[in-house]
């Protein structure tokens, strides 16, 4: 299995703020995602990181709110960009490793976020 | 319809009984198949995928995959009070990506 670390772990914003969030990977890993998970409810993903190059984002989900930057192949961000009380969630990055035969995807512990 | 479909339950076990999760899906062309378990408040954590029709054995769990029939469950045997916790059937569906079910909720009462 891989360490997936996140940061912030928790954060509580304004309305209209942006925040960034940091999800780095102890091993190399083929894949990176980030996924929103409301109160009470399952995971829902937000986008691929994609290494080099601009994220792919699920229907839903635009860049000019949620950029990703992906600038290796164990580091990713993503933004939360003006911010709403909608936007209070989990936010959780998650990847496949990279030396391993199957396409099992691990989480990280996620970020907590609460817009005021 | 949802491509992952879940009981929500609770579902009430007696410690030491067999906690048994359903999930079923919708898109004939997934192939890859996990179970993860999420206490309130953390991360999923995984505890099993399976690729293969039949069962897979590990510990106390047993997961079971029937492509044909688009089911894929979970058991849990000798259930105890430490296996209360949400528990997420994720699918990776032919165009690559991971969708979660709803999740059912498992109480183990003692």
């Known amino acids: 299995s891989a360490v997936i670390s996140q940061k912030p772990s928790r954060d509580i914003c304004q309305r209209g703020t942006s925040l960034t969030i940091q999800c780095q990977v102890d091993?190399?890993?083929?894949?990176m995602f980030w996924y929103r998970q409301q109160p009470g409810q399952s995971l829902t993903l937000i986008a691929t990181?994609?290494?080099?190059?601009?994220?792919?984002?699920e229907s839903g989900f635009v860049i000019d709110k949620f950029p990703i930057s992906r600038p290796n192949l164990t580091f990713s961000t993503l933004t939360v960009s003006n911010m709403s009380p909608e936007d209070s969630s989990i936010y959780l990055c998650?990847?496949?490793?990279?030396?391993?035969?199957?396409?099992?995807?691990?989480f990280g512990p996620g970020t907590r976020l609460t817009v005021l | 319809q949802k491509e992952v479909e879940q009981n929500s339950g609770p579902l009430s076990v007696p410690e030491g009984a067999i906690a048994s999760l359903n999930c079923t899906y919708s898109?004939?062309?997934?192939?890859?198949f996990f179970w993860y378990r999420q206490y309130s408040g953390k991360s999923p954590e995984l505890i099993m995928f399976i690729y293969s029709n039949g069962d897979k054995e590990d510990g106390r769990f047993t997961a079971q995959l029937n492509k044909a029939s688009q089911y894929v469950s979970l058991l849990i045997r000798d259930s105890q009070p430490s296996d209360s916790a949400t528990y997420l059937c994720?699918?990776?569906?032919?165009?690559?990506?991971?969708?979660f079910g709803a999740g059912t909720q498992v109480v183990v009462t003692p």
């Open positions: 998650s990847s496949i490793l990279l030396d391993t035969s199957t396409d099992t995807q691990y």
């Open positions: 994720a699918v990776r569906g032919s165009w690559g990506k991971l969708q």
């Open positions: 091993s190399q890993v083929t894949m």
């Open positions: 990181a994609n290494q080099g190059s601009e994220a792919t984002y």
């Open positions: 898109d004939r062309g997934s192939q890859s």
